[in-house]
């Protein structure tokens, strides 16, 4: 679908161009939309610039730079790849009461600065909540939805891992204390190899080596997370763990279809959650791809995902 100009509803501002702590070629420029007269949001573009718009959520946490990953695929489907840094990652700025709901009014901003009408969107990990709460809550400016090794709202979870239930349990009970972690984390992550980053999305039970261009730019893509401030991720750690009040039925309603692509060797998010979930919506289907785990869910759907993006009507 080609780009749509619209009128501006957000300023736009230029941003100082940065280069990742990592020392990487990872793209870093930006540029940063003015919300409710005073947050900034921070966005970057790959692919081809006159391409099929699509808007591109990190996972959580995460910076606009995971988008890396996909430039080469976007640029071989003519895919225009926007990312943008959510509020309280990278270079946005903090907005700490937001809920899962909000996301739409933000992601909607973005598409606004960079004059495009409609886009389809891809969401990653944690990212698809905000790219199922976009489409919901703004149909009329989303043609289909790709969630890539995407999470579950709570209502449809039967997961046993400790890990999402204890970071949730810190975010609303002592949400200095997991952000302290997270800079710790991050402290750890910049002195190790690559590999002490990847680990976090990687599983065992896949005998693949992670080249080191993927494992340069999650690197890079965690440390920006964090940079500057630890509130996104404590507040998405915090409220995609409570019920999303998303008007899901509405993307049955506006005919937007959902496509879940998830590995069935992902530890980070559970393959048993999201397929109840898709279950539960009308214009959803769940692929399902064989020895890939969180990471590689990513790298090997990402492309696939932008080439249908290319593709659809």
Not at 108 to 127: K, M, N, P
Not at 132 to 145: I, K, Q, S, Y
Not at 222 to 238: I, K, N, Q, Y
Request: proline residues 7%.
């Amino acid at each position: 679908m080609p780009t749509q100009p619209s009128p501006p509803r957000s300023a736009t501002v230029p941003a100082a161009s940065s280069t990742p702590s990592t020392g990487t070629a990872t793209k870093a420029d930006a540029g940063t939309v003015l919300v409710d007269g005073n947050r900034r949001i921070a966005h970057a573009e790959y692919g081809d610039p006159g391409g099929t718009p699509v808007l591109f959520f990190h996972g959580t946490p995460g910076s606009r730079l995971l988008a890396t990953l996909l430039e080469p695929a976007a640029t071989e489907h003519g895919i225009r790849l926007i990312a943008f840094d959510r509020p309280g990652y990278g270079r946005s700025d903090p907005q700490p009461d937001r809920t899962v709901r909000d996301a739409g009014a933000n992601a909607i901003a973005v598409l606004d600065a960079v004059g495009i009408e409609t886009a389809g969107l891809v969401g990653f990990s944690g990212g698809s909540a905000h790219a199922l709460a976009t489409a919901a809550t703004h149909p009329d400016r989303v043609d289909r939805v790709d969630v890539i090794a995407g999470i579950a709202p709570p209502r449809f979870s039967d997961s046993r891992s400790r890990a999402p239930r204890l970071l949730a349990g810190l975010a609303r009970r002592a949400s200095s204390v997991l952000g302290s972690v997270l800079q710790a984390d991050a402290w750890v992550v910049e002195r190790r190899s690559p590999a002490a980053a990847t680990s976090r999305y990687t599983s065992d039970a896949v005998d693949e080596p992670v080249p080191d261009d993927v494992a340069t730019i999650v690197k890079a893509d965690l440390l920006e997370a964090v940079d500057r401030s630890r509130s996104g991720a404590v507040t998405e750690f915090r409220t995609t763990a409570a019920e999303w009040d998303l008007p899901l039925e509405r993307l049955a309603e506006e005919g937007i279809d959902v496509w879940f692509r998830h590995g069935d060797t992902d530890t980070n998010a559970s393959i048993a959650d999201v397929r109840r979930f898709s279950q539960a919506l009308a214009t959803a289907e769940i692929r399902v791809l064989e020895g890939a785990d969180h990471l590689r869910t990513l790298t090997r759907a990402g492309p696939t995902a932008l080439c249908e993006q290319a593709a659809s009507p």
